[in-house]
Nanobody, 122 residues
Framework: QVQLVESGGGLVQAGGSLRLSCAASGRTFSSYALAWFRQAPGKEREFVAAIRWSGGLTYYADSVKGRFTISRDNAKNTVYLEMNSLEAEDTAVYFC???????????????WGQGTQVTVSS
């Protein structure tokens, strides 16, 4: 079992930055694929970014490419999402997810956090 706890959300003005963190506990973290998803009010949850276990390969939704960066620190059992040039459209609850297998951009991740709210004011 893997437990995931997100933090770092909050209110920020458009053009600003935030860094989300997701701390994992439980099984061996370093072998898991990790991802961030988000869900805006009235919309379905959508993929944001993912990183393979080695940290060498990353994937991004087109809407955040060039603005967001996913990274991981296996020694700290933590995955990060650095968000820059935030837009009102980035307002959502952000979830981190983990999987022992690579499932890419799909929602087939085995473990999910509870989410952290990010609100971008225009």
């Amino acid at each position: 079992q893997v437990q995931l706890v997100e933090s770092g959300g909050g209110l920020v003005q458009a053009g600003g930055s935030l860094r989300l963190s997701c701390a994992a506990s439980g099984r061996t973290f370093s072998s898991y694929a990790l991802a961030w998803f988000r869900q805006a009010p009235g919309k379905e949850r959508e993929f944001v970014a993912a990183i393979r276990w080695s940290g060498g390969l990353t994937y991004y939704a087109d809407s955040v490419k060039g603005r967001f960066t996913i990274s991981r620190d296996n020694a700290k059992n933590t995955v990060y999402l650095e968000m820059n040039s935030l837009e009102a459209e980035d307002t959502a609850v952000y979830f981190c997810a983990a999987s022992p297998d690579w499932v890419g951009t799909s929602e087939e991740y085995a473990y999910w956090g509870q989410g952290t709210q990010v609100t971008v004011s225009s």
